[in-house]
């Protein structure tokens, strides 16, 4: 192997074992499991491949099938052993077991499903009062807005006809599925709120048109966004979402010294292929190089930002 690619798939290589061994919070696989699992897909992927392709697209095809892979093992495990407790972290001390997840994405519930779905609602409340303390939305609010939204879990919709709850592969998904959708039912009754308060005559008194925080300007809302907030994003996701608003040359150079961290700038102007790649010779000055490699990496790095904004 090329010894200047040895770096790239060492920490690629980490990478993967770690998104199998913790696809998810909550789950965590045994590192022998985690470390075989995670060489069968990089081999699988290496042979789909006749000639490697881009560094950031080869690496985002892998921690997604990562992702993918460890979660669906997880699961089967689960089923084959009647045991859903298999494979949680037994650090995550966020409640206090695993629910059946095939129950609670069984559409004719019979009375296993029924005391699922029962255990679900207390379980799924102290997380979601608190995302909507946090929204403004309290008291009898929140718990109208919290039960509305759990109705939501099992209804079916879209052009799949599929229900919230039938699109997680392991139970530990539920809590930041369920946040989300409370998130966005949240900002609608803000809105709604918002709205009816703008109106006239519906004011209560002079002091909630001026004191309440509800009457201030609406600004947006970073987890209204239909990827969530941009913080908690991953780069397979981020690239997934915004693959065409840079060019390979662009994803090549982000992911070397941003991601994978390859690479220093430095080192990158020292690659003959780079070089050619922004149209430099090896006899250019370096302060002609970097200038040249800091403008291509501002520019991305805004369109980046741009997508993500969009």
Same mark, same amino acid.
């Given at each position: 192997m090329d010894g200047n690619k040895l770096p790239f798939f060492e920490k690629l290589w980490a990478s993967c074992y770690f998104r199998v061994r913790c696809p998810v919070e909550g789950v965590r696989l045994p590192d022998e499991l985690a470390e075989k699992l995670a060489r069968e897909l990089m081999e699988r992927l290496m042979s789909r491949y006749p000639t490697l392709p881009g560094r950031s697209e080869f690496s985002a095809a892998l921690l997604d099938e990562a992702h993918e892979a460890s979660r669906y093992h997880v699961r089967v495990d689960r089923?084959?052993?009647?045991?859903?407790?298999?494979?949680?972290?037994?650090?995550?001390? &966020?409640?206090? &077991?695993?629910?059946?997840?095939?129950?609670?994405?069984? &559409?004719?519930?019979?009375?296993?499903?029924?005391?699922?779905?029962?255990?679900?609602?207390?379980?799924?409340?102290?997380?979601?009062?608190?995302?909507?303390? &946090?929204?403004?939305?309290?008291?009898?609010?929140?718990?109208?807005?919290?039960?509305?939204?759990?109705?939501?879990?099992?209804?079916?919709?879209?052009?799949?006809?599929?229900?919230?709850?039938?699109?997680?592969?392991?139970?530990?998904?539920?809590?930041?599925?369920?946040?989300?959708?409370?998130?966005?039912?949240?900002?609608?009754?803000?809105?709604?709120?918002s709205a009816l308060k703008n109106q006239p005559n519906t004011q209560h008194s002079f002091d909630e048109l001026t004191d309440n925080p509800d009457n201030a300007r609406q600004f947006e809302d970073e987890s209204a966004r239909s990827f969530g907030d941009v913080a908690h994003l991953g780069f397979d996701r981020i690239y997934n979402l915004c693959e065409e608003a840079l060019s390979p040359l662009e994803w090549e150079l982000i992911f070397a010294i941003y991601v994978a961290q390859t690479h220093t700038m430095g080192e990158l102007l020292q690659e003959e292929e780079i070089l050619k790649k922004l149209s430099l010779k090896p006899s250019d000055s370096t302060s002609k190089k970097r200038r040249i490699l800091n403008d291509l990496l501002h520019e991305a790095l805004r369109k980046l930002a741009a997508a993500l904004q969009n």
């Open positions: 089923r084959e052993n009647g045991d859903h407790q298999l494979h949680h972290d037994p650090e995550d001390q &966020r409640y206090e &077991r695993n629910l059946n997840l095939d129950h609670l994405q069984t &559409r004719e519930q019979g009375r296993e499903g029924e005391r699922e779905w029962n255990d679900l609602a207390p379980l799924l409340k102290p997380f979601g009062l608190a995302i909507l303390h &946090r929204k403004g939305v309290r008291d009898q609010d929140a718990e109208d807005v919290f039960m509305e939204t759990f109705a939501e879990l099992p209804r079916p919709k879209g052009s799949d006809n599929k229900a919230p709850i039938e699109t997680i592969m392991v139970f530990e998904e539920v809590i930041p599925l369920f946040t989300k959708m409370l998130q966005f039912r949240a900002i609608d009754w803000r809105r709604k709120q």
